[in-house]
């Protein structure tokens, strides 16, 4: 398939005024591998919270410089432009999982006061299936997502931080 054609797509259904770059068309593309990959590794094709807690908690996913995402998700849910109205539209879930864990009350704790790396660790992966979610199951409208991307771009270097940290020769 010619990218064009997804490009064209993508144009035809937004109209000619939403503003739709290749390279947010790339981020996206590169997301949806990088998360194919970290959902094989870490949980055999079916991501859920609880392994993802019990493998955080277990040391088996770690993130190298945990306080860059933090910093940057912080400064996007409570301090840019709209930033606290944007963390009251997050939608994590408020009862997740076997522990009923809170996950929106954590990411706003991590994100607002200082934590353990395990917690900041939860916190980022939680936005980032919820950053998942968006694209996949259609939340994101595509008309405004240009001015979405960065989140892609952060969530991407992430994943890719700890797909390289990995050791792939044991299952």
């Not at 919270?49 to 306080?67: A, F, H, P, R, T």
């Not at 390289?164 to 299952?171: A, E, G, I, K, V």
């Amino acid at each position: 398939m010619n990218p064009q054609n997804v490009f064209s797509a993508l144009q035809y259904k937004l109209g000619a005024s939403a503003p739709i770059e290749q390279d947010d068309i790339d981020a996206i593309s590169s997301f949806t591998i990088l998360w194919n990959i970290y959902e094989d590794k870490f949980y055999e094709k079916s991501y859920n919270i609880d392994d993802m807690l019990d493998k955080v908690e277990q040391g088996k996913i770690n993130i190298s410089d945990v306080d860059y995402y933090i910093k940057y998700f912080y400064n996007r849910y409570f301090v840019e432009e709209q930033g606290a109205g944007k963390f009251t539209k997050l939608k994590l879930s408020t009862k997740a999982g076997k522990a009923f864990i809170n996950v929106k009350l954590l990411v706003e704790r991590v994100l607002t006061t200082s934590s353990r790396k395990e917690h900041k660790i939860k916190a980022i992966l939680s936005i980032i299936h919820r950053l998942r979610n968006n694209l996949f199951h259609g939340e994101k409208s595509m008309s405004n997502i240009h001015d979405e991307i960065k989140p892609v771009h952060i969530a991407n270097k992430c994943l890719l931080d700890i797909i390289q940290s990995c050791d792939f020769t044991n299952p």
